[in-house]
């Protein structure tokens, strides 16, 4: 803004200051050096009182920079987070963006992944449910979708069940299926090397994937939010695994092992869908280590942003701030998350 503009109050205040200077000139031509004097002492009264007067002293009323105008950046409680946007992947927003943390069940994003992106792969594959699976749950102590031993899933409803109730079950039922190797012990390890694989070639450098679920009993399943934003951007790229993680409930009938149908109804841990407008996704994760993760989308327009929250005991909240920051709207202030049905998995 120009401070001489004849539309703002310094210009103004300047404008009158000259008239009046213009005055005193002409008044003290037939005496030179008096007029000389008086005119200088003048011109210091009159430029203070313009200055003051149009608002413009410094250290008194000084223009707003565009940082002091924008929006304060929200106050979060992850203690890393991320938020990029999709199309571009360009960085709106982080916080400890490359400090290395455990991800919790967030690794499920991977695990779907990997089984989108083998060659051939066929949804409508039935798989046997093991009691090895249900063991491996029970053990852990760990989220699952309470998968029936000899029950027959197909690869499209076991990726349901990895992704809305968070079944560690399911997960190690797809590592099994989809790893190569003449052993349980070996096929589920050869998929975590494809998981490992899939980030590399994403450029996931600081991320390693030790498990196929998020458990780690070594503490060596960890990424950062800056990496974790790449695999949520990636996993938004294909509708299946698009669609699936925008589902907030699932039925499910599968085949049991006496001939007879079982129906299962699974629940989409993640509570910002159907809580914060345009919200489409993507995943949960708790963990004693890890604590509450989320892996979040949100399109509004055209305009789709990807985020990431990890050990943020806000992380809905988190989320809303950030995506509200970004979209110039206030949902997170008055939003209601929604609820789960009493029973349902949380994660």
């Given at each position: ?18 008239e ?50 924008a ?63 249900r ?18 899933p ?40 494809q ?43 294909g ?60 399109t ?22 950030l ?25």
């Amino acid at each position: 803004m120009s401070l001489v503009s004849g539309a703002s109050p310094y210009g103004r205040s300047l404008n009158a200051f000259a008239e009046s200077e213009r005055s005193l000139i002409s008044s003290h031509k037939t005496r030179p050096e008096a007029g000389r004097k008086a005119r200088g002492k003048r011109l210091r009264n009159s430029v203070v009182a313009a200055v003051v007067s149009g608002g413009v002293m410094l250290g008194v009323t000084p223009l707003a920079s565009p940082a002091q105008a924008a929006a304060a950046l929200p106050t979060l409680s992850a203690k890393g987070a991320f938020l990029q946007d999709r199309a571009t992947g360009a960085k709106k927003y982080g916080k400890a963006a490359d400090i290395k943390r455990q991800m919790a069940s967030t690794t499920k994003v991977m695990t779907a992944a990997v089984v989108l992106n083998t060659p051939g792969v066929d949804l409508s594959r039935k798989v046997t449910i093991s009691q090895t699976y249900r063991d491996y749950v029970a053990a852990q102590g760990a989220s699952t979708a309470d998968l029936r031993t000899g029950d027959k899933p197909t690869v499209r409803q076991l990726l349901h069940a990895l992704m809305l109730p968070s079944g560690c079950d399911a997960a190690y039922a797809l590592a099994d299926t989809f790893g190569v190797g003449s052993t349980r012990a070996a096929r589920t390890k050869q998929f975590i090397g494809q998981m490992n694989a899939r980030a590399a070639s994403l450029g996931m450098t600081n991320t390693k994937f030790d498990s196929f679920d998020g458990i780690s009993a070594a503490g060596n399943n960890y990424s950062t939010p800056r990496d974790l934003a790449q695999l949520a951007s990636y996993a938004m790229r294909g509708s299946t695994l698009r669609g699936i993680m925008s589902t907030t409930k699932y039925v499910a009938p599968v085949p049991t092992s006496t001939g007879g149908t079982r129906t299962y109804t699974w629940y989409n841990t993640n509570q910002l869908l159907g809580s914060y407008s345009g919200a489409v996704g993507i995943k949960t994760g708790t963990g004693t280590a890890a604590g509450p993760c989320l892996l979040f989308a949100a399109t509004r327009g055209d305009k789709t942003y990807v985020g990431v929250i990890l050990n943020g005991t806000d992380r809905y909240n988190d989320a809303a701030k950030l995506l509200d920051h970004y979209y110039g709207s206030s949902t997170a202030s008055t939003m209601k998350l929604r609820t789960l049905p009493q029973g349902a998995q949380r994660d």
